[in-house]
């Protein structure tokens, strides 16, 4: 029950609700009915539903968990400076391993397979959401498969300063994006030889080696599948959460048990699911059902989860790719779609961590009364 618990990340402070103390109580009926306190740092925390649905999802996949009530309440002041302290430690500890911020907002795109259309996915949801005037990372963490440079029609290579890489940027509208990726670190004869070397630390490399400087949101696009490179981003960033793309066709049942496999393997927490390759309406304005339809939906209410979007099948999407010019830069209908998708990541799914949120606010003034003071482990 605690593991489970454990595995609900207050996105704030970047650490789990039990070591936070922020779980006041567990009671357990021999009915199987859970009741749960949870204590928030301020009562009308934005945060709150959603650790009010994250707690419930947990447990309630619980074997014998008949159903979960959240009493959500409101920490006093002292039990406030507990959990600022303990996150502050936290954040001090995690600053050197990352070269991510606490207040970055962190959405792996991952599928239960290849070839849904991930990276193109990433690519113009990063794209969409710089349009929206912010700083967004993408971290190209397919190695072996890297396609984000081609995708944003980007090439060179990356310079180190003080032994650190540092992204390359590309300015879209009022926004930027940052980008790394193997594809970046030498021509494909070398990467290989590199490869060879790091290849299972590369990523690790990408966030620890990195000056990624201030990001809004770290998108990364995850290689096919559910492996290592998943399990190692849920290690180094717990706070990770998952965008899962998806095909109308591929049977849900399926699909939905590999992706909620990934994310329970990490503990992560599922944002949504985008539908990629959805229904096709050619220029005379008739809709083809290429590959079926609903299997978006179909897997995001069987995951209980939001359906972010539907992106149609279209030339333009490829092509754009292909070009190095993602349709979302452009004004047509497909960079609507991708438009309107970053704005329910933005304003609904996974808003941006503004540093006027709640507890953050708190942590400046917190930071700001105990500067210099030595980084010791509270007590938890
Ligand atoms: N909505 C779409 N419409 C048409 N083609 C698409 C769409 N999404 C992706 N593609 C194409 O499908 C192929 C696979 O996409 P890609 O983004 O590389 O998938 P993944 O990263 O999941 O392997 C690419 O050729 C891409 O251009
Ligand atoms: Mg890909």
Redesign the pocket.
């Known amino acids: 029950m605690r593991d489970a618990l454990r595995a609900v990340i207050d996105p704030e402070l970047g650490d789990n609700i039990v070591d936070l103390g922020m779980v006041t109580g567990v009671d357990v009926s021999a009915a199987g009915v859970i009741e749960v306190g949870v204590a928030l740092t301020i009562a009308g925390c934005p945060l709150r539903s959603q650790l009010e649905h994250d707690v419930t999802s947990r447990l309630a996949s619980l074997p014998g968990v008949a159903s979960v009530q959240v009493r959500m309440g409101e920490m006093d002041a002292a039990g406030r400076a507990e959990v600022m302290s303990r996150a502050r430690w936290k954040a001090r500890q995690n600053a050197p391993e990352t070269g991510i911020d606490a207040t970055t907002r962190i959405l792996a795109v991952g ?1 239960g397979k ?8 990433t690519v113009n949801l990063a794209v969409a959401l710089a349009r929206r005037g912010l700083t967004v990372g993408v971290l190209d963490a397919d190695i072996w498969g890297f ?1 984000v440079p081609r995708l944003l029609g980007m090439d060179g290579g990356i310079e180190a300063r003080q032994g650190k890489m540092i992204p390359l940027e590309l300015p879209v509208g009022s926004g930027l994006l940052k980008v790394l990726s193997m594809g970046f670190l030498a021509d494909e004869d070398r990467a290989i030889m590199w490869r060879g070397l790091v290849l299972n630390r590369a990523v690790q490399q990408f966030l620890e080696d990195a000056e990624w400087g201030t990001l809004d949101y770290l998108l990364v696009d995850l290689p ?1 599948g559910t492996g290592d490179v998943q399990m190692g981003l849920a290690r180094m960033l717990p706070r990770t959460e998952l965008l899962i ?1 998806t095909t109308p066709p591929v049977a849900a049942q399926k699909v939905a048990s590999r992706a909620a496999d990934m994310a329970r393997r990490g503990y992560l927490r599922v944002a949504g699911v985008i539908e ?2 959805s229904d096709f309406t050619c220029e005379h304005g008739t809709t083809y059902r290429l590959f079926g339809s609903g299997g978006g939906g179909r897997l995001a209410r069987e995951i209980g989860v939001p359906l972010i979007g539907n ?5 333009e ?2 092509s754009g ?1 292909d070009s190095g010019s993602p349709v979302a830069l452009g004004d047509g209908e497909l960079a609507g779609i991708f438009a309107e998708l970053a704005r329910v990541v933005a304003e609904e799914v996974a808003p941006v961590i503004e540093t006027s949120g709640c507890t953050a606010r708190l942590l400046d003034q917190i930071a700001e009364a105990v500067s210099g003071e030595p980084v010791v482990a509270p007590p938890v």
Not at 114 to 121: E, I, L, P, Q, W
Not at 311 to 315: K, L, N
């Open positions: 599928s290849g070839g849904v259309g991930k990276s193109s996915v396609s096919p793309v990629n390759m992106v149609p099948i279209h030339p999407v490829a790719g």
